[in-house]
């Protein structure tokens, strides 16, 4: 389907950048939209199928979103209400897949220009906690932790396994109520909400003056760069990007950068982000096949290279921002 034919009952075009507001595009990439499998949980969200829809590059920043998003009530919410097995959600705190992403959040977290880590216990909020996972590794450090889980079932089970709270409100709800927290982490969530400046400045709210919030995303311009030359490369595979709109948003790090400059944030730094392994990531076959895939090799690569040089070619990025308040140097 071509760009200006998009079916207006589906669809309801983006008109600005979601990052510094600009109007200027370029089309980059034509992702799929198929979600027949929920023909019978969910008719109204089996309509998106056999569709395509074009991935926008803003000019002035080279934040990437889609060019329209579906006018269906909820329908991330519809769209991501997956009714996981109970041992898939066991096998997801586990299998430690996510435990170098964490390791690095709680790294960052240590060495925050503002102290994060001094006057322990203070209080952590892990938004979009899942299982509970960096939760767990959080307190094994000192941090009083809480979550903020959406799935009903990853939820409950994040709060049997670890014994601490996890909120079934949303970051906007919790900011309303008073609760403020040192740390707040968002790892690998923002890049599935769209407009995501605001809830940017929803976690600013919920930081104590001169609190540090890590964000992890996938970096969209190296993502994209890796898809293009892996459907070159690779006979019969086709570049997938955000199939389905699972991601919303494609940072680089200077989009990263002014979002959260936008919301309010200070002391900006933008590196480089872990990626996930592949489960089981213990043993000697795991090690080796987890360090020898592409993305691993270009994660240690990169890492000995100054940042500042090649931080477009980052898979992952990892920020780190504090929140100003009087004690804070600018
Ligand atoms: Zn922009």
């Not at 829809?53 to 209400?81: K, W």
């Not at 307190?139 to 089970?157: D, H, S």
Request: net charge positive; charged share 20%.
């Amino acid at each position: 389907m071509p760009s200006n034919s998009l079916d207006i009952t589906l669809f309801e075009r983006v008109i600005a950048c979601w990052i510094c507001g600009g109007t200027a595009f370029v089309p980059y990439h034509r992702l799929r939209m198929d979600l027949a499998i929920y023909e019978s949980q969910d008719p109204e969200l089996a309509r998106y199928r056999d569709l395509t829809l074009a991935l926008h590059r803003c000019v002035s920043c080279g934040f990437g979103q889609p060019e329209a998003l579906p006018t269906l009530p909820q329908f991330f919410d519809r769209m991501y209400d997956q009714r996981w097995s109970d041992d898939w959600i066991v096998s997801e705190f586990r299998n430690g897949a996510k435990d170098l992403i964490f390791k690095r959040t709680l790294e960052a977290v240590r060495k925050s220009s503002n102290g994060c880590g001094a006057g322990k216990p203070a209080r952590f909020l892990d938004v979009g906690a899942h299982v509970g996972r960096l939760l767990f590794l959080a307190r094994e450090q000192g941090w009083q932790c809480e979550g903020i889980e959406l799935n009903p079932k990853t939820r409950a089970y994040a709060e049997s396994v670890t014994g601490l709270k996890v909120h079934h409100r949303n970051a906007q709800q919790l900011a309303g109520s008073g609760e403020r927290y040192r740390v707040v982490t968002l790892i690998d969530v923002l890049e599935h909400i769209p407009r995501p400046v605001e809830l940017l400045r929803t976690l600013h709210a919920l930081l104590e003056e001169g609190g540090c919030l890590v964000v992890k995303v996938p970096n969209g311009r190296a993502q994209h760069l890796k898809e293009t030359w892996k459907s070159r490369l690779v006979p019969g595979y086709r570049a997938t990007l955000a199939d389905n709109l699972v991601h919303v948003n494609h940072f680089n790090p200077r989009a990263l950068e002014l979002a959260l400059r936008n919301a309010g944030f200070d002391q900006i730094r933008v590196g480089q982000g872990a990626p996930e392994e592949i489960p089981p990531v213990t043993g000697f076959r795991a090690l080796i096949r987890n360090r020898m895939r592409p993305c691993f090799l270009g994660f240690y690569l990169l890492e000995s290279l100054p940042s500042s040089w090649v931080s477009s070619l980052f898979l992952h990025l990892q920020a780190v921002a504090i929140k100003p308040g009087p004690h804070t140097s600018r």
